[in-house]
């Protein structure tokens, strides 16, 4: 066994639940003097800690070792295309810090990483603790596997584009990529106590993207294509153009850029979806009519995916969430369309404020991936000085 795994297996037996050297040497089955030299390395690393001790069986009490929650961090982001939100969580998913910053897709994958990167190592200078891994969520499909973003209708330049691998350059650790809504549907799960099983979540914003959670876990397809929604035709949306090239589809008249646009051809200066939010907030007719009908076509086609999964829970998430107004009118149009026998426990709910899931979706996705990693970073292997 080499050393890179020996710190893999410590640190997945340890994660289930604080254990001691010699308990740790004897389910290894391997030399108590072995196991005592990784975990003395890994705790110089600050990958692991000692946390009291365990109740003696007679012998000399030994120390329990876990996870060091306290100065392990891991990069936590979500790309948008015009903005980005960047933090740092905990190894329990706890996000201990976050800032917002803007971006432009269109600069490229290299330019954005970078500016991403220098975010994070902002974060970890004036916050702390040890960077051990990344995620982050793009607003397109990814191949998790090869960890490329795959024909972004709004990400032109970053077709195949391994994401992952430009993090991981720049960060030095183990990075894990996925899709946006599929972190907030993860992060949603995870941070609800009273989570359904099954459940959709729509992450509304400039375009409309939703992950799904089939019995407890994230579920991609077959091509990492489940849940895109947003280019489905609808017969509201007539023959407008989509960022995607087709005509007619849902993102056209039920997503943040539709509302946008829909209200600056009737003459109401909006620039982006936080301007409109401000509007809605402040009881603008117009505002609140064009954000309603957004909410009632997203609602309706909607109602044929929750008619067909017979989801528990529909999370609304994204700017968009913060909208009463968008997130009644889904709600109606469910509660309205779908059977009586799949609206008969069915919430439908707005992300809880102040709670970014991509970003706890993105932690959960990356300690996985620390903790599967073959060859650890070079922090965590390196010799105890
Ligand atoms: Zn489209």
Redesign the pocket.
Known sequence: MSAGNLAVDVLRRISVEPTTRSALAKSLGLAPSTVSAKVTELIASGVIEEQGVAPSLGGRPGRLLSIAHRSGRTAVIALGARHATVGLSDLSRNVVASTSIVVNVADGPEATVDLLAKEVQALIRSTGGDLLAAGIGLPGPVDTESRTVIAP?RMPGWHRQDVGALLEGALSVPTVTDNDANLAALGEFLSRTDAATNSITVLAGTGIGTGIIARGELYRGSSYASGDI??TKVEAANDRM?????RG????IASGAAIVRDLSESGIAVKNINEVLLKVRDGDPAANGVVREAGRQLGLALSTVVNFFNPGDVYLSGGLSSANVYVAAVRSQLYERCLPLVTSGLRVEASKPGVETGLIGAAELSIMHLLNTRTLPASLTRPAG
């Open positions: 209708a947003t280019h989509c960022s995607c090239g087709n589809c849902l993102e056209t």
